[in-house]
């Protein structure tokens, strides 16, 4: 913000009630997002996987101003660019919906560490995207893989951890201009180990799985009151004349406001949980408090409550085979995304929370679809996809949007060597609304961070 | 899925079921990747006897039947190298009472060997050669001293305990800068120090002595075997060339993010390198320079290369590293060597080749070995067919059922 602006700012906060001020508040840091320049791009005669289940051969796909425009046989375009994929194979733009690339960036320096407010177990009022640093170089690497869309959550040390964002993958000078534009906000929580390591290991609490579940309902308590003395507060203006008069908002509490719009049903919940017997406690939680957990991360476990998942409704954000690093990660089976694949209604979501599984989310999709299939699942291509581009962006609250294939659509689309389900499959290009931000053909169309400007340049001399 | 399942099944029970298969064993109709000058081999068989190839060839028949093997055209090959590691040194990597590779004694050991705890009876043993690995070098590390210790090579038949021959690891660069007193030009005073104090035997007085008795000895007798130097930068490498080559050391070296920038000074010098093929971030200042292509610059400029990316528990991932080096360059056979027979030569642990005489450890693939899509459908090892069951696929196994009454403690997959 320049500095002209502010007295403006303080004008409209001064004459406005306070409803209105709680309205901007509630869209501080705007995206300011704008589509790259874009052509009518004609793809034509391609393997297009569309993300909602389907698979269509020898398909032509057409994009203009950012959208997709259709899909079919024979498309005609006038003034279109045509690449001509001759079977090789498009997909929706991949979207990881864990990943702490900004917040945890390469290199690792101590100066970067930002993605863990590590002060109290409930830092709720904290938002990951302040944190972020736009030039990490993993933005790059993972746009190579074909991710167009990305959520960026705090880490896991907090039993609250702090707001998520989701952000497009274009280098910008800052991450406002990354944010995917109207996309919900999300909370970060964490179960288990981590916030017991962190916090117990200095006598504090939470100090056990017990003082975890107490840290989240005496949060949720607070949060309920809160609510109700904002509700308290909507009712007497409501009823105007004195009682409108004398009402006074709640004290402004950055923690309580993100935990009530989490009950308002305005803010996604990210659980990290790994074992089945804690998420089934969360859902209790989540029941006695009112309010819906979107997604289970890691949930090395998810296999053994899949249909409660399914259920619940809740989506299972699974690695492909991570397991072993600590004890609620111990029975890890390379099945696991597979098997919250099969009830009718889950939601499978392959996701990275690494710089290096980001690059190749298409890969670790491969090895869960084919350890799927090797105990008779028959997952094929077609279904594997969504785990990586409509589930995703569903658990995001953005499907309406992306992550599918579809007239109307964003235009974020990705162009591969071959199947994508492949150790040997590259994107050779990759759409973010419609503008082709990554061609692996053409090193001008690759971008590079400030930061890796300029290295090296003794040993190219 | 029972069909597949039960197929699996039947092998394993087969060949289990006959006590004389240790003694002999024909794989029919094998696509052979031998690692040797014989190239690949279509169509053709393998006879074993006493845990060892006795022939390859076409057509070949045993005596008995039921000791046959029908590959199918599948793929063969030898049994893969996981890379530096802690595979039965380390159940859960956060619980320290599980964890026996790391020495915190704040000395400087070299005579350090984390073999000693090594548990062939880890889940992660049969983890990971279900997988197809079946060698690892277990890796050691201590704080307080940049020679980390001594590791070796261990089968990963469940048995095995790790071989007698020792492989010496040392750490450079800044992830070792801890153990140097905070600079990366200590640790060259720091090794050079040890080094001679093992050749001289140490201060008369006694007071300046980095090593005990034993480590001295250790370093004094060193002599050829394989010792790991482990490190990123360009920089560094030289310098490390410069050590390697004043004191004749056999070495490699590991990690080498930035060895495709001195790719032809470790040619030159005869230095293999083990690298991870999938790093490509400046994850440090030490690695500003990695890439996708490391491997094949590498290959391309003459180095030997292994794949090595450490861990434990998913050392399984190593040949999606392969896949992706060959993906970003490298010639298929180079990274197939790179996890066989590269590895098999310099840690000297057999050929890593599939040739009459040679131990049979060997894996039959169900599609490309380097390829996500694919697995080991049988494995092979001392000429036995292994179990294809572990730790995984039991918990698989009791959670596969869609259908239980009763709790699922009461599925015992595998009795």
């Known amino acids: ?461 | 899925m029972r069909c597949i399942y039960m197929r699996f099944l039947g092998l394993v029970l087969l060949v289990l079921s006959f006590p004389a298969l240790s003694q002999e064993m024909l794989i029919k109709d094998a696509k052979i990747y031998t690692m040797g000058a014989a190239g690949v081999l279509e169509n053709t068989d393998i006879h074993i006897r006493g845990g060892k190839i006795i022939k390859l060839g076409k057509g070949l028949s045993i005596a008995d039947d039921s000791l046959v093997i029908e590959a199918k055209g599948r793929v063969v090959s030898p049994g893969l190298f996981g890379g530096l590691g802690t595979v039965g040194l380390g159940e859960i990597s956060l619980e320290a009472s599980t964890v026996d590779q790391q020495l915190n004694l704040q000395q400087v050991r070299p005579e350090f060997f984390p073999g000693f705890a090594y548990n062939p009876a880890s889940s992660l043993v049969a983890i990971n050669r279900i997988e197809g690995v079946l060698y690892t070098v277990l890796s050691p590390s201590q704080s307080g001293s940049i020679i980390e210790g001594q590791g070796a090579v261990v089968l990963l038949d469940g048995k095995s305990t790790p071989a007698n021959d020792r492989v010496l690891f040392i750490s450079l660069g800044s992830a070792a800068m801890g153990d140097s007193g905070g600079s990366r030009a200590a640790q060259f005073m720091l090794l050079e120090q040890a080094f001679t104090e093992a050749r001289r035997g140490g201060d008369a007085n006694g007071h300046l002595r980095m090593l005990s008795h034993a480590g001295r000895a250790v370093l004094k007798q060193w002599g050829q075997k394989p010792v790991v130097f482990k490190l990123d930068r360009a920089a560094d490498i030289r310098q490390a060339l410069r050590f390697i080559s004043k004191h004749k050391l056999n070495a490699a070296i590991a990690g080498a993010a930035e060895g495709w920038v001195v790719a032809a000074q470790l040619q030159a010098a005869g230095v293999p390198v083990l690298i991870d093929p999938l790093v490509n971030l400046p994850s440090s200042f030490d690695s500003l320079g990695a890439r996708l292509e490391n491997a094949a610059l590498l290959e391309q400029a003459g180095v030997k290369v292994m794949f090595s990316a450490g861990g434990a528990h998913n050392m399984r991932k190593i040949r999606q590293g392969a896949g992706n080096a060959v993906a970003n360059g490298m010639s298929y056979t180079a990274a197939l060597a790179a996890i066989t027979s590269v590895p098999a030569k310099f840690f000297g642990y057999n050929s890593g080749q599939i040739k009459t005489g040679e131990v049979a450890n060997l894996v039959i693939w169900d599609g490309d070995p380097l390829e996500v899509t694919a697995a080991a459908y049988a494995v092979v090892i001392n000429g036995k067919n292994t179990a294809m069951v572990s730790r995984q696929t039991l918990l698989r196994d009791r959670y596969l059922p869609r259908n239980n009454t009763m709790p699922r403690a009461y599925i015992h997959p595998g009795r």
């Open chain 1, 1 to 461: 913000m320049t500095i002209h602006k502010i007295p403006v700012l303080l004008a409209v906060l001064l004459i406005s009630g306070w409803q209105s001020w709680q309205a901007q508040a509630s869209e501080p840091f705007p995206s300011s997002y704008e589509a790259l320049p874009s052509s009518k791009v004609l793809i034509t005669g391609a393997t297009i996987l569309t993300g909602t289940g389907e698979r269509l051969d020898n398909t032509d796909i057409l994009m203009a101003n950012g959208q997709i425009v259709a899909l079919g046989k024979q498309l005609s375009a006038e003034g279109a660019q045509v690449v001509a994929a001759d079977g090789r194979w498009v997909t929706p733009g991949l979207i990881d919906l864990h990943s702490h690339l900004g917040v945890y960036p390469s290199p690792g320096l101590k100066g970067h560490e930002d993605g863990n407010e590590m002060i109290s177990p409930s830092t709720p009022g904290v938002w990951a995207e302040h944190s972020i640093w736009p030039q990490d170089p993993g933005f790059s690497r993972a746009l190579a893989g074909g991710v167009t869309s990305l959520q960026i959550l705090p880490g896991s040390a907090n039993l609250f951890g702090g707001r998520g964002v989701t952000l497009k993958n274009v280098y910008a000078n800052s991450y406002q201009a990354m944010k995917f534009p109207q996309a919900p906000q999300s909370l970060k929580m964490a179960c288990g180990e981590n916030p017991k390591r962190v916090y117990g290991g200095n006598k504090q609490a939470p100090m056990t799985r017990m003082g975890n579940v107490s840290g989240y309902r005496q949060a949720w308590a607070a949060a309920q009151e809160y609510q109700q003395s904002l509700d308290d507060y909507q009712a007497s203006l409501a009823k105007g004349g004195e009682d409108a008069k004398k009402a006074k908002p709640p004290k402004r509490d950055l923690k309580m406001e993100t935990l009530s719009a989490v009950l308002r049903g305005e803010i996604k919940v990210n659980m990290h949980c790994y074992r089945a017997d804690e998420m089934l406690t969360i859902l209790d939680l989540a029941a006695e408090f009112g309010y819906q957990i979107t997604t289970f991360h890691h949930a090395v476990e998810a296999y053994k409550i899949a249909d409660q998942l399914a259920a619940a409704g809740v989506c299972g954000a699974l690695w492909a085979d991570w397991w072993g690093f600590k004890a609620e990660a111990y029975d890890g089976i390379q099945e696991n995304i597979a098997i919250v694949d099969r009830p009718v209604g889950s939601c499978a979501i392959v996701h990275s929370d690494s710089a290096e599984g980001i690059q190749r989310l298409n890969q670790e999709a491969a090895k869960a679809m084919f350890r799927g299939n090797r105990v008779g699942m028959e997952i094929p291509p077609e279904r594997a996809i969504r785990w990586i581009t409509s589930n995703p962006a569903k658990a995001l609250g953005i499907e309406d949007r992306t992550g599918t294939l579809e007239p109307g659509k964003m235009a974020d689309v990705v162009l591969w060597n071959q199947n994508p389900f492949s150790v040997y499959a590259h994107a050779e290009q990759v759409y973010i609304d419609g503008a082709l931000v990554f061609d692996r053909s053409n090193p001008a169309i690759q971008p590079v961070s400030d930061f890796e400007l300029g290295q090296l340049l003794q040993e190219n001399n």
